[in-house]
Structure formats: C-alpha cells, structure tokens
C-alpha cells in the first residue's frame, strides 16, 4: 500500500514551469530515453572529448551506478549500490547538476531476492518535472518516490503487496511517467481477479499519492521472469498509447489511461528487453532471442502502429533478421535506426526499409543504448569503454574514447547511458557518477514543459468506469474512500461519476452511497471487491482486510484467496483427511517460491507453521518461513538450518547444522526483535510431535535491521512441500 499516505497527506510541492521555445525541452533529461522517448537530446555545444583525469570534466564523485541517471529540476539523480559484506545497501542520491554538490541520498536493505549485488541499481530513477518527485524501484520490488528535499512521499513494496517475483537476473523496471500517473511492470503472481500462474501486468499509480489506478494483464505465459523493457507513451489515431515489450514475447498498446489493450505483435519466444521506440506511426522493435516463425536469433522490426486486436501477421513493415539487439535500446534520428548488438556493434540501419548503412564496433558487451546529441552519438560499453562518434553517411567517427576502470585496475562496468542535459552530459558507471562539459559555458537550468504526445480525438461517449483506488490493503476497521472514473472508447478522461455501489466477500464491512468503506472489526483476515456501476457500466476494486494478531491458518478452507504469490504450485490438498498447503515442484522455471500473507508494514510478530518435504532420489527440498525480510531456511541437502535476508549474497548468514527426516513434520518458528539500531533474530525447529525447546536453535543479529516485512512461507522443492498449522502472533 503506499505508506504515509493512507492517514496523512504529505504537502504537495508545486512546480511552475517556464513557457520556453521547443527547442528547450531537451534542457532536461527526467527520463532515461529523453524528452521524445528515442535517445535523442536537441541539445547542442556538447563536447566531442573528456577525461577522467579532468579533460571537459566538470564534477565527479564516487559512486557505483548500473543505470542511466535523471537529470532535471536542476539535480542529477542516480539508483546504485554501497557497502560491503554485511553493509550491503541499494542507494538512491541526488546531486546539485551544477557543481555536484550531493543533495541528499537514502540507503536501503535488500531482502527477499536471489539478485547478487552486483546487479543492484539496474533499474533507472525517473523524474517527474511537475512536481519535482523523484521515482526509484528497487532490485527487491521496493517501490520509493522520493521530494525534492530526498523525503519519502510514499512507498510500496510490490513484492509483498502486488506479488512482484524478483527473478535471479536483476533487470529491473523503469517507472514511467503520463499525465498524472506512473506507470510500471510488475511481473508475478497476485490474488483475487489476477490470482493464477505469473504475468507480466502493467500497474499505473496516482503520481502523487500512490494509489492504484488500473491494473492490466495483456499477455499470457511469461517466458522470463526479469525483463527491463521500458513502455513508451504516444497517441496514434487520437488515442493516447502506451506501448511495451512483454515477458511473454509479445510488443503490446495498450490505452494509457485504463490499461485496455488495444494490438499485439507477437515477436519473440522469450521475453523482450528492448524498449520501443516510435517515430510517427511506426514502432520499431527489437530482441536477440529465437523468432516465433523462423529458427533464426534476432530481429529488429518496424510496425505500423495504427492497428487493433492481433496485428502480426498484417502490420510488420519491416524486418532485419539475425541481428541480435537483446539488451539495448535503438536511438532514432533524421530517418536513421542506430542499434547496438549484444556484441557491441553499432550499427545504422535505414529506418524506412531497415537496411544497414553502416556498422563499427565499439566494444564486446552490448547492453546500454546510444544517444544522438549535438551531431554526435555517445555510446557506452560494458567493459569500460565510453566512445564519442561522428556518425556519417558510409560510417561513423571516432572523435574520443576513455576506458573507465576502478581502484583496483580492472574495468569499470558500464550498463548505463548518457544523460545529456543543461549543456552537459551525465554517466554513472562502477567508477563514478560523471559531469561531462565546457567548464567555461554557462549552466542554466531552465526545464521546459513535456513534449506532447500528439492529437487526441474529441471525448466521445463513456464506454469504460475505473474504481480508484484499484488495490487496497486495510487493517480490520479502517475506511477507506472510493470514487468512479469515466472513459470513452478512446481512453479520453470524462472526470468522475456518481455510481451505485456494492461489495462483495467483505463480511462485516459497508459501503456508503458515496464511495466510503467502512472495514468490518471482527472477521478473520480477508479479500473481497468493491462494486461500483452506473450508466450499464461496471468497475471493481480489490480490498484485502487484516485483523489483528495473532493469526491462524489450517487450510479447512483451502488457500486463503488474499495471500500473495507462491507461484501456481502452492494449493491446498487433501492428505489422509486432513487439509494442508502443498508445494510440488515447478512444471517449468524454478522451484523456489515465496508467499506473502500480511502487509508489508509489518514488525514485532512471530510466525511459526508445520511442514514436511517428501524425498525423491538424491534431491532434497528447502523449506522455510518469513518474518519481516528474514527467512529461517531448513535445507534439505545441507541438512542445516540458516537464517537469511538475502539468498544470493547472504548478508546475514547464520548456519547451523541439524539432521533432519524426509517425510516427517517439523515445527519451525522465527521470532524478530528491533532493538534501537539492531535486529535480533532467533529461529527454532523440532519435530512437531516432541515438545517446543526451551531454547533457541538459532540465533544472529544484524546491525542494519529490515524494520519491517510481511510473514510469509519459502521453499524450494524439486519434491512435494507440505505445510501446517500456520501462526503470526505478537512477540511477548
């Protein structure tokens, strides 16, 4: 839920903007693809060389960046990593765009994930020039928007809450701003109308507070867990899109302001990395994966924006095949196509046919995208390598190229790209965060207005309502206030609705007749809807309601509906005559799954549950609990029990041998204490039919506590996983 707004509104900072020439927007660089979403700055006066050692370079500072910083409001803002062994932290920091003087910067625990840390900081920030927020999703799902004094305005966990997976491969979703909303994939497992196997959904949020506005699910069967493909939004034939590549392989429109899908093109069996770009009416789009009607590896493909429903077969204009663009993103300009393949080579293909012009290498990893500014194309390579081009009609250039390295001589990773800006250009890289520039031109700041995104149709007729908020979690007795928007068959907005309302699996809860839930107080944990109609149209909203603790679960009545993720393989069965959870193994992808059963503002409990894992051959499941981002982990194979926050980089690590029984129930039971600056975690097992011990199996701390974090269960099972008598309780 977005937390600190729910109760108390934090004061909105109000932006004027300046009235500039066009040519101003692209002053500011608030976006990781730029002001017109295609890698192009109408900048000019940018250097053609820099130096590390102070060439052109106007500010540095230390920093260890994945990404492609924002750069507006006057401040350069960057997601990154900090820290090591137990200190390990994802940060987020802002500095004066001017002289680098840094502004303010928040540091974060990671918990929950199977991302190692040098993949920490993938996602881009993004800023919204209005109101000078700043927007950051972390490599755990932890959603911030941050003020322009660094004040957290409002937060969501979406891993806990939305039903996130974070995958192994640490690419991360970009949040993209439209109109009033930021919008962001989410790929996972939910509850309720979007309970089932993982999608990859679109979820927009009101900028401001964070309230969900819509929820959209336009394909089926992801292929990859982690995909970075950022959506682009523009307006085609009056209607104002948002168009992305999917998890499932397919390139999706959808209508920006309710999520309605609008075409599909399906490109690739996996999952697409490459975010759109759109001249026009034409989409280009690009991927490195196996075709879905050739054995060939790669396209880049042109597509004729204007369609409905599914459109592969009858809307392609164009395709160069076997030209593996996996990871970066085209830059378009002046009727070219300038892509970079996962072997870094650069190439310009003629964005009317898709002919190649020209190619040159400019390093061996390709996974940042160029940028066209001032003539010249800035470009960036994984292994340290930051060439300056003059892109030519047989050819490009090279008119400088630095090699960034760390302290201890290797090469600096560089997944980011240029950030042109304010006469200057911006890069973090694993050496630095960097100012490029004359230091002798003048810095002026001066943000203009978002470009339009084109005509839109008069506003027609309502054809769609939307409830919001759409997804609302409250503890047993709280209210919350609903209200009903209107849409045409275009998207248009036609303002809000009176509308008859109703609900729907909320026992001891009502609705008044103008939107106001009030929460039942005695009923166990639950999830049900809120109705609203009128006109003949109908929308709902999703409501999870908690008591308080302690909490009980047996599985009588099957998988609570309101727990969040776990994957398709975690159902209630019946064994011998009892109800109890089961985990088997995945049909496809991994085993290990996590289920989340409370909010994600959690602290102070314990969670305690039976399980059991069956055997089979040499293979051992894992099976454990969760308790505010710590996870009490019986392993299988290692016959051991370990506490944890974060399997793949174990930055806390406690272990403890202990033998244990395939096929027989055991009781596992983890307590977390905040005590000031530390977290004390202790966890027990015991077979369930022997006596609780008196002491604690297991026992650590951490001096950079998880504060706060929903109970859930975990396990990793290449066999049957059973689960039991389920308990959250307050720690006395």
């Given at each position: ?600 503002d959690m602290s102070g409990y314990t969670v305690q549950a039976d399980a059991m894992a069956t055997v089979k051959g040499r293979r051992r499941a894992d099976l454990g609990v969760i308790n505010s981002g710590y996870t009490l982990d019986l392993q299988g194979n290692a016959q051991r029990i370990q506490l944890q926050s974060w399997a793949a980089e174990l930055r ?81």
């Open positions: 839920m977005p937390n600190s707004l729910r109760k108390y509104l934090a004061p909105l900072v109000v932006c004027v903007s300046i009235l500039v020439p066009a040519a101003a927007a692209g002053q500011q660089w608030a976006s990781w693809r730029g002001p017109d979403q295609n890698g192009v700055s109408d900048l000019s006066g940018l250097v053609s060389e820099w130096s590390r050692t102070g060439d052109n370079l106007i500010w540095s500072d230390n920093w260890i960046g994945r990404s492609t910083p924002a750069v507006f409001d006057g401040r350069a803002c960057a997601n990154g990593r900090s820290g090591d062994g137990v200190s390990k932290q994802e940060v987020v920091a802002c500095w004066n765009a001017e002289d680098g003087t840094k502004l303010w910067e928040h540091k974060y625990n990671i918990a929950n994930t199977t991302v190692p840390f040098n993949r920490v900081g993938w996602g881009n920030v993004t800023g919204d020039p209005e109101t000078g927020y700043l927007y950051a999703m972390n490599i755990d799902g932890h959603l911030n928007v941050f003020d322009r004094d660094g004040g957290t305005v409002w937060s969501w966990r979406l891993a806990e809450e939305l039903g996130r997976a974070s995958g192994y491969g640490g690419r991360t979703s970009t949040p993209v701003i439209d109109e009033d909303r930021v919008i962001l994939s989410v790929i996972g497992g939910m509850w309720g109308e979007y309970a089932g196997p993982p999608r990859h959904r679109y979820v927009a949020f009101d900028k401001r507070t964070g309230e969900v506005m819509w929820i959209s699910t336009p394909g089926g069967n992801v292929a990859d867990m982690n995909t970075q493909s950022v959506p682009i939004i523009t307006v085609i034939n009056g209607r104002r899109l948002l168009i992305d590549g999917n998890a499932d392989g397919h390139i999706y429109a959808l209508l920006a302001r309710t999520g309605e899908k609008v075409w599909d093109f399906h490109l690739s069996q996996r999952g697409i990395n490459v975010s759109p770009v759109i001249e026009g009416t034409t989409v280009y789009a690009a991927h490195s994966e196996e075709n879905v009607d050739s054995g060939y590896m790669g396209r880049v493909v042109a597509i004729d924006a204007t369609g409905s429903g599914d459109v592969t077969a009858t809307h392609e204009l164009w395709r160069a095949d076997e030209v593996a663009v996996g990871f970066s993103t085209p830059a378009y300009h002046d009727g070219r196509l300038y892509i970079i393949d996962n072997s870094a080579n650069l190439s310009a293909l003629d964005a009317g046919s898709g002919a190649e012009l020209w190619t040159t290498s400019v390093g061996n990893v390709g996974k940042s995208s160029p940028v066209w500014a001032d003539g010249k194309l800035y470009v960036t390579e994984v292994n340290g390598n930051v060439t300056i081009l003059q892109p030519g009609a047989d050819g490009a250039t090279v008119l400088d190229h630095e090699e960034l390295h760390v302290e201890d001589g290797r090469y600096a990773e560089i997944y980011g790209s240029f950030a042109p800006a304010y006469g200057r250009l911006y890069l973090t890289s694993e050496s630095g965060i960097y100012c490029i520039g004359n230091p002798d031109a003048p810095f002026e700041a001066n943000d203009a207005p978002a470009p339009a995104r084109g005509v839109e149709t008069a506003p027609g007729e309502a054809a769609s309502l939307q409830v919001v908020p759409a997804e609302v979690i409250l503890s047993a007795g709280e209210s919350a206030s609903f209200r009903v928007l209107a849409f045409d068959a275009n998207g248009r907005a036609l303002g809000e609705r009176s509308a008859q309302w109703s609900i729907e699996g909320l026992p001891g809860s009502s609705v008044s007749a103008d939107g106001m839930l009030q929460s039942g107080s005695g009923a166990p944990n639950h999830g049900g809807k809120v109705m609203a109609s009128a006109g003949g149209l109908s929308a709902i909203a999703q409501v999870r309601v908690f008591a308080p603790l302690p909490w009980s679960e047996n599985f009588e009545n099957g998988r609570p509906p309101f727990w969040i993720g776990g994957g398709g393989s975690l159902r209630a069965v019946d064994e011998g005559g009892q109800q109890m959870l089961r985990k088997g193994p995945s049909r496809t992808g991994i085993h290990r799954h996590a289920l989340y059963m409370g909010p994600a806390i690590d406690e272990r403890v041998p202990f033998e244990w029984q395939p096929d027989v129930w055991y009781t596992l039971k983890l307590r977390v204490d905040i005590e000031g600056d530390r977290a004390l975690i202790r966890g027990k097992v015991w077979p369930r039919d022997d006596s609780e011990p008196a002491d604690w199996t297991i026992t650590t701390e951490d001096p950079l506590p998880v504060r706060q974090g929903s109970p859930g269960l975990v396990a990793y099972s290449p066999n049957d996983i059973f689960y039991d008598n389920v308990t959250v309780m307050e720690n006395q």
